[in-house]
Every structure is written in C-alpha cells, then in structure tokens.
C-alpha cells in the first residue's frame, strides 16, 4: 500500500488585480526526494475570478521547478466565478522524469480549459520551488487564489 501525506495546505486569500501581468501569488518549497521514482504531486486549488465588468476570464498557472505543469483558465466569462483547478504529475520509473496528463479530477474529465506540456524533466530528487501564478486578463479584473492543498504520495 502506498503512503500518502499532506504536504501543505493555505487557506490564505491571495489577489492580483491593476495588472494583466502573470504575477506569483504563491510557492512552497518541495523537499528533495519527496516523490520517489514512482511518486506523485497533486494541487488543488480555488480559484475565484471578477472580470471587473469586462467579458474576459483570469488566468491560474502551477509551476513545478520552474516547469509549467496547469494552465487554467478561471472565471465565468462577464460575471464573477470560481474554478476548481486539480493536477497531478507524477514520475515516470525516474526522478528526472515526469508526465502531467490532462486530467480534470473534478468532472473526471479531460480538461477543456488547460494546457499542459505532458513531460518534464525536473530532478525531483532535489529541493524544487512548486509556484503558483494568477493572471488578470484585464487591468480592471481580479484573479483570487482561495485555498491551495499539495498532496504528496508514493506507491
């Protein structure tokens, strides 16, 4: 059986707002060898996004040692939304050696609003930076990050 542990878990209320930038709101870092060679990492996250009266979503996206593992897009078009943004990565048989499927562990679904690269090729078996970025899409929109949780788990 496998072990599965909460790494971290912030209900803290992050903002981005007067800006269109891609900005940090958060990041942690992931001790070395926390995955294993099999090992996974799954975020989950809340999103919240207000278009600031302009019909444009807000952007969420989830570093992993620099490597872009989610890009989400949040928010309900002209209205205020939230989105709730899951991924997993896991290694491959390595520790240099990652898949992140598109998988939407919410709707059990593949994701329609993500893009992910699918590989990576982060040393896990070394301290990484896990980040997490939001992006108005407009200077008058505001993207939230609610709560975020990383779970850690080996088989």
Known sequence: TGVERVLFSDPTRYSVTGTTTETTVWSRTVPGGSLGVNGYLECGLVCLASPGGVNLNQYARIYYGGTLIKYASIG????????????????????????????????????TNSTVPGTGTVNTAVDQILSITLQPSFSTGTAFLDLTKVIVGNP
């Open 76 to 111: 309900a078009g002209g209205g205020t939304g939230t989105t709730f943004v899951n991924q997993i990565m896991y290694n491959n048989g390595s520790t240099t050696a990652q898949k992140f499927p598109d998988f939407d562990l919410i709707t059990f679904t593949v994701s």
